[in-house]
């Protein structure tokens, strides 16, 4: 087939005469060929899905209740734009019961998304022009770096590594391009590491950005989704308002991902250039939508109980795979546990199988054992397991646990 003129006019940022042409597969895609290869192979055979991003469950039924009853107000049929106040002053509330940050104006230092990837998207946008770099923690979630890099602007990765509890090291920047450093992108709880920023770290961030004129940006999706203590906001670190936003959303915290709903938050010059930039974007997030969410962050009690599921589920999963030599350690927050992959796995008749990534053994986990999980290759071989598995209720929950445990005992791991 020849290829249509369409094939020439392709921009340089998605491969300009050459896109779709790669063939190149994707890790996502690797894991779900996989997936489809092993069913394939192993007929009424039960998967077991570790690999999974977001929430097992539904909204609660009291949201889905409040979006029926607004969606039957006329007054939200239309473009909500940049939002009434209604979510604003519940975000505010929101951030003052469950972070103790005080002192944000709804009018001006909030603004809604339709999800926090909408609002990575948008936001560089504001800074970006050609030559610009943004720092980015890597593994990561890169929707921030990618548009940067279509305005031109240049990603300078900061490995998050065990032996700094998964922090970046913001000294190891190169000073060449610190000068020409205008973002920095962090994100605690962390996906994939599950790892917890601490007030010390974000005191050294807000010195950081003063010191070098560097905004931050940070995406606290997974916030409120803590195994103890209280959700650590960046905008509860003094002097954060002067250099950045927080970003926050309904889809982990609230079970909403379909949904589509969260907020900006901080700095009042830049709420009010993702504004602008909004504004051109979208036409808002449907009224009813935001006035459901408004209803969640009133009831932060909803995240406790879905945080106390994943507590629970992680406790389990962390026994799980001790049992099986992983040195897994229950972290703090998210619904991630992320370990460090085997180099090798020896069967019992003395067969050895060596891993040379996290991608192998991720691949062998699904084709061996059924058993599917996010491999990360970027800062050191690690293995994410999601606690988001699909479970009846608490004893197929157990089920699930026991039969990955019994997967996995008939080889023995070396790392
Ligand atoms: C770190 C991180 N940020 C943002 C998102 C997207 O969140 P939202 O559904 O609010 O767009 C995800 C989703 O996986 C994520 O892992």
Redesign the pocket.
């Known amino acids: 087939m020849t290829d249509s003129f369409i094939q020439n006019l392709f921009a340089d940022r998605i491969g300009g005469s050459q896109y779709g042409k790669s063939t190149a597969i994707y890790k996502f895609e690797k894991i779900k060929r996989a997936k489809r290869a092993a069913l394939a192979a192993n007929p009424g055979a039960e998967i077991i899905d570790m690999g999974v991003?977001?929430p097992d469950e539904m909204a609660f039924p009291e949201v889905v209740e409040q979006l029926h009853k607004e969606a039957l107000q006329p007054e939200n049929r239309g473009y909500a734009d940049n939002g009434d106040s209604g979510l604003k002053q519940a975000a505010v509330r929101y951030l003052d019961k469950v972070c103790g940050v005080k002192g944000i104006n709804p009018e001006t230092e909030v603004l809604h998304s339709i999800?926090?990837?909408?609002a990575?998207s948008i936001l560089p946008g504001a800074f970006i022009n050609p030559g610009d770099y943004v720092l980015m923690t890597t593994p990561?979630?890169p929707?921030f770096g990618t548009h940067s890099k279509y305005y031109g602007g240049l990603v300078h990765n900061l490995p998050l590594t065990e032996a700094n509890n998964f922090l970046p090291d913001l000294d190891s920047v190169p000073k060449d391009i610190l000068a020409k450093t205008k973002v920095l992108v962090l994100?605690y709880p962390n996906?994939p590491t599950g790892a917890s920023a601490t007030p010390d770290f974000f005191t050294k961030v807000v010195e950081f950005a003063k010191k070098n004129g560097v905004v931050v940006v940070h995406?606290a999706?997974?916030a409120a989704l803590v195994f103890e203590g209280k959700p650590l906001s960046f905008l509860s670190t003094p002097g954060a308002k002067d250099v950045g936003v927080e970003l926050h959303?309904t889809?982990?915290s609230f079970n909403m991902?379909g949904w589509?709903c969260?907020f900006v938050v901080g700095n009042e010059l830049l709420v009010k250039a993702y504004g602008d930039l909004k504004d051109n974007t979208d036409s808002g997030q449907f009224l009813a939508i935001q006035h459901a969410a408004a209803y969640c962050f009133d009831h932060p009690e909803i995240t406790e109980k879905i945080a106390g599921k994943y507590s629970r589920r992680m406790d389990a999963l962390v026994k799980v795979l001790r049992d099986a030599r992983f040195n897994a350690r229950k972290p703090k927050g998210s619904f991630f546990l992320y370990v460090k992959a085997p180099r090798a796995a020896v069967k019992k008749s003395g067969a050895r199988i060596d891993f040379k990534s996290a991608e192998e053994i991720s691949q062998w986990l699904i084709t061996e054992k059924l058993i599917s999980t996010v491999p990360w290759d970027d800062a050191g071989a690690y293995l994410r397991f999601s606690v988001t598995f699909l479970a009846k209720d608490q004893t197929d929950e157990k089920r699930v646990l026991d039969e990955i445990g019994s997967r996995l005992n008939d080889v023995r791991f070396e790392f």
Do not use: F, H, P, Q
Request: hydrophobic share 20%; no cysteine; glycine share 20%.
């Open positions: 991003g977001e999800g926090s990837k909408a990575l990561g979630y929707v994100n996906n995406d999706a997974y959303s889809s982990k991902t589509r969260g």
